[in-house]
């Protein structure tokens, strides 16, 4: 069966800081990968998608940036935290039929 | 394009009362629709799907929606509701082009009161 893992669970972070968001996903070959981020009192914005290694589809021009280094890791990253970045980041996949299955999430705290 | 309205960011029931969510949706293909629920500081969980077929999808614990198109609208609902069901509820929307993609309402938070 396929499962999807998010690290860390938790971060707080000071603004101005990098930032490194890991998503893997086991089971399942050339899913499509998504990040999400989900601020307090707000839905599900789509920050990017991916549909295969080194394609990188941005949603929201923002401080954040994706890479997916292989077939099922992808990244979240900025160089450097704005307080507006916090929020509880998804990661998610999907393959072909569009239902899409997420992770535990990582809340973010910047400071 | 494809968009999601839920009525209600917070709905109250009694426990063992009907849970009713609310949600409409505008697309301009024929429309994928989902439900999932989160719980608190967890990842979403796919409590139902309707693609193409039968109008009326059952899902997990005992929740269902009915997809009626002359309305787009795709609530949730549930006969009798549990203190296990108080979480956040989204309903989402993609387009069966295959653009992958999912279009999020802003949640309805359900409390359920014992």
């Known amino acids: 069966s396929q499962t999807i893992h998010q690290w860390p669970a938790t971060l707080v972070q000071p603004v101005g800081s990098p930032l490194s968001l890991e998503c893997t996903v086991e089971?399942?070959?050339?899913?499509?990968l998504y990040w999400y981020r989900q601020a307090a009192g707000r839905g599900l914005q789509l920050l990017f998608y991916?549909?295969?290694?080194?394609?990188i589809s941005s949603e929201v021009p923002q401080n954040l940036s994706a890479s997916r280094p292989q077939d099922r890791q992808f990244i979240l990253s900025s160089k450097k935290l704005l307080l507006s970045d916090s929020g509880f980041y998804l990661c998610?996949?999907?393959?072909?039929?569009?239902?899409?299955?997420f992770g535990p999430g990582t809340r973010l705290l910047v400071l | 394009a494809q968009s999601v309205t839920q009525l209600g960011s917070h709905v109250s029931v009694s426990e063992g009362a009907l849970v009713l969510l609310r949600c409409n949706y505008s697309?301009?293909?024929?429309?994928?629709l989902f439900w999932y629920v989160q719980y608190p500081n967890q990842g979403l969980q796919l409590l139902l799907k309707?693609?193409?077929?039968?109008?009326l999808v059952k899902g997990i614990n005992g929740f269902e929606a009915e997809f009626k198109k002359s309305e787009t609208s795709f609530h949730l609902t549930k006969p009798s509701a549990h203190m296990s069901d108080a979480a956040e509820y989204f309903c989402?929307?993609?387009?069966?082009?295959?653009?992958?993609?999912?279009?999020f309402g802003t949640g309805t938070r359900l409390t359920v009161i014992p």
């Open positions: 991916s549909v295969g290694i080194g394609q």
């Open positions: 989402a929307v993609s387009g069966s082009s295959g653009a992958n993609n999912l279009f």
């Open positions: 309707y693609t193409t077929g039968a109008t």
């Open positions: 998610a996949w999907s393959v072909q039929e569009e239902t899409q299955y």
């Open positions: 089971g399942t070959s050339n899913p499509n």
């Open positions: 697309s301009s293909v024929p429309p994928y």
